[in-house]
Antibody, heavy 121, light 113 residues
């Protein structure tokens, strides 16, 4: 059973770069899209972007200028970098696997437990 | 963007009652080539990540109790919870995957009266 776990600093200073890693266990990172999704405290879900194991990416247009995703096949991990963070970027960040069936569809399952990132000096 | 709007924002029902959650998309998420609605539903309990309940608008994920059902097509969708149980207390989200910029509804909180 595939499991995902987010890791990284829980506190980032304003204007700096948020860096998170998602480790996939119980399955290969190969042949799947992997997404990052965030949830500000008490609010709804926002899709940040996704990456395929060959490095192909799609990003939320509202975050595209600040987001970079990468994948490390050797470690079965993928990562998120978000630059120039502000208080508005404080959230629980989730990684999730995109489920695509017969080349179409894209829902998320499973999800990691999430990591709380606070933006403060 | 495709904007997803859920209603109501919250509802409180007695155990055993039926919960009905609506989700409306700003444009159709029905893909004409395969006649599938590109919509999923998730359940999020406090302190937990979202859990997939339904995809293709009406296909229940394996292991999800059959009191959960999804319906609708085009722009209007419904998640129904028949015979509400205490463990169904959660926030429910719809998500469209029609465009390559996935968006979620704002969530509907379900509580026990």
């Amino acid at each position: 059973q595939v499991q995902l776990r987010e890791s990284g600093p829980g506190l980032v200073k304003p204007s700096e770069t948020l860096s998170l890693t998602c480790t996939v266990s119980g399955g290969s990172i190969d042949n799947h899209y992997w997404s990052w999704i965030r949830q500000p405290a008490g609010k709804g879900l926002e899709w940040i972007g996704r990456i395929y194991n060959n490095g192909n990416t799609n990003y939320n247009p509202s975050l595209k200028s600040r987001v970079t995703m990468s994948v490390d096949m050797s470690k079965n991990q993928f990562s998120l970098k978000l630059t120039s963070v502000t208080a508005a970027d404080a959230a629980v960040y989730y990684c999730a696997r995109d489920v695509i069936v017969a080349g179409t569809g894209d829902w998320f399952d499973p999800w990691g437990q999430g990591i709380l990132v606070t933006i403060s000096s | 963007d495709i904007v997803m709007t859920q209603s109501p924002d919250s509802l409180a029902l007695s155990l055993g009652e039926r919960a009905t959650i609506n989700c409306k998309s700003s444009q159709s998420v029905l893909y004409s080539s395969n006649n599938k609605n590109y919509l999923a539903w998730y359940q999020q309990k406090p302190g937990q990540p979202p859990k997939l309940l339904i995809y293709w608008a009406s296909t229940r994920e394996s292991g999800v109790p059959d009191r959960f059902s999804g319906s609708g097509s085009g722009t209007d969708f419904t998640l129904t919870i028949n015979s509400l149980q205490a463990e169904d207390v959660a926030v429910y989200y719809c998500q469209q995957f029609y465009s390559t910029f996935w968006t979620f509804g704002q969530g509907t909180k379900v509580e026990i009266k």
